[in-house]
């Protein structure tokens, strides 16, 4: 059986010391890791 997918896409630190964000198959780069307003604003709009 499959493993079910998260309700909210969680947020990953990139190599690059951006946030991350995997929203329907499509990677976003957020800037800064700790700074969650990009965040909120991306989880919004979808």
């Known amino acids: 059986m499959p493993r079910p997918k998260n309700a909210i896409p969680q ?3 990139h190599s690059s010391g ?5 929203i329907e198959g499509r990677d976003y780069l957020l800037g800064k890791f ?3 307003e990009a ?6 709009q979808f």
């Open 39 to 44: 965040y909120r604003r991306l989880l919004a």
């Open 18 to 22: 951006q946030a991350r964000v995997t």
């Open 34 to 36: 700790r700074e969650e």
């Open 11 to 13: 947020l990953r630190l």
